[in-house]
C-alpha cells in the first residue's frame, strides 16, 4: 500500500478576507503539503495571518476566484495541486484521501464530492444551482458528477496545460470541462463539508449564485 502522507503537494487557498478562518485552515494542512494562500484584494489581516502561520502568501489584485486560483496555480511549485476553499467550511486533513487516486495513477483529476455535516451547512440555494450546473456539464461532457465543488487534486503541469482562461467563478467548471475534453479520468470522493466561518463571496446568497451559475453557464457555452 502506497504512503499517500509522503506525497508532496501545494495547496491552493484563494482567499479574500478570511482572517477568521484561516487559523483552522493553515493548522490542518497535512505533513508533505505546502499552503499557496493567493490574497485577493483582503482589507483584513488575512495576508499577515498567513504569512505569521508559515503560508506562502501570494498577492493576486485582478478580482475573481479563478484569478485567485490561477495564480496559484502559477506560482505552485510541487508535482500535485490541490484546490481548497479558505472558509473552513473544508478540512485540509481530507486531502492525503482526495489525492491518493492521482498519486496511485488511478485518476488525472479528483473532485471532492461534499456531504453537509449538519443541516443549513450547505444552503439550498448553493445546492440547486450546483445540481443544475452537474446535470448540466452531464450534457456537455458525459461525466456523471454530483459536485463541481472547490476540493481537488491533479497534478501541476497537467493543470496548466489546460490553458485555463476564466478568471471569474467559472474556472472550477472550465476545469472540469478541458480535462474532459483531455480525455481526463475524472472520479469524485467524498468529504465532510462544515458549516463556513464567515460570510460566502460567492454562494452565500442567492445573487452570489447566481452570478456563479451564469459563469459557469457562459463556460459550457
Known amino acids: 500500500m502506497s504512503n499517500h502522507s509522503s506525497a508532496r503537494g501545494d495547496v491552493v487557498l484563494p482567499c479574500l478576507n478570511e482572517a477568521e478562518a484561516l487559523p483552522w485552515v493553515l493548522d490542518r494542512i497535512p505533513d508533505g503539503w505546502n499552503a499557496v494562500v ?7 489581516d ?9 503560508a506562502r502568501v501570494v498577492f493576486e ?44 495513477g488511478e485518476a488525472d483529476l479528483v473532485l471532492a464530492r461534499r456531504q453537509p455535516t449538519e443541516r443549513g451547512a450547505w444552503p439550498l440555494h ?23 465543488g472547490p476540493m481537488r487534486v491533479a497534478r501541476r503541469a497537467d493543470l496548466l496545460a489546460l490553458d485555463l482562461t476564466d478568471r471569474r ?12 475534453d483531455a480525455g481526463w479520468r475524472v472520479v469524485e ?10 460570510t460566502s463571496k460567492v454562494t452565500g446568497t442567492w445573487r ?3 452570478h456563479a451559475v451564469h459563469d459557469m453557464r457562459e463556460v459550457l457555452s
Open 38 to 44: 493567493v490574497d485577493n484584494g483582503s482589507t483584513d
Open 46 to 54: 488575512s495576508a499577515r495571518i498567513a504569512e505569521q502561520l508559515g
Open 61 to 104: 489584485p485582478r478580482r475573481g476566484f479563478g484569478a485567485a486560483c490561477h495564480a496559484g496555480l502559477r506560482a505552485a511549485t510541487a508535482e500535485l495541486v490541490a484546490f481548497c476553499d479558505c472558509d473552513a467550511s473544508l478540512d485540509p486533513t481530507e486531502l492525503p484521501r482526495v489525492a491518493a487516486p492521482v498519486v496511485d
Open 126 to 148: 448553493a445546492r440547486v444551482g450546483n445540481q443544475a450546473l452537474s446535470r448540466l456539464v452531464r450534457r456537455r461532457t458525459g461525466l456523471r458528477l454530483h459536485d463541481l
Open 169 to 180: 467563478s467559472g474556472y472550477p467548471l472550465q476545469m472540469v470541462v478541458r480535462a474532459a
Open 189 to 198: 470522493t467524498d468529504v465532510p463539508y462544515l458549516p463556513r466561518v464567515g
Open 208 to 210: 452570489g449564485t447566481w
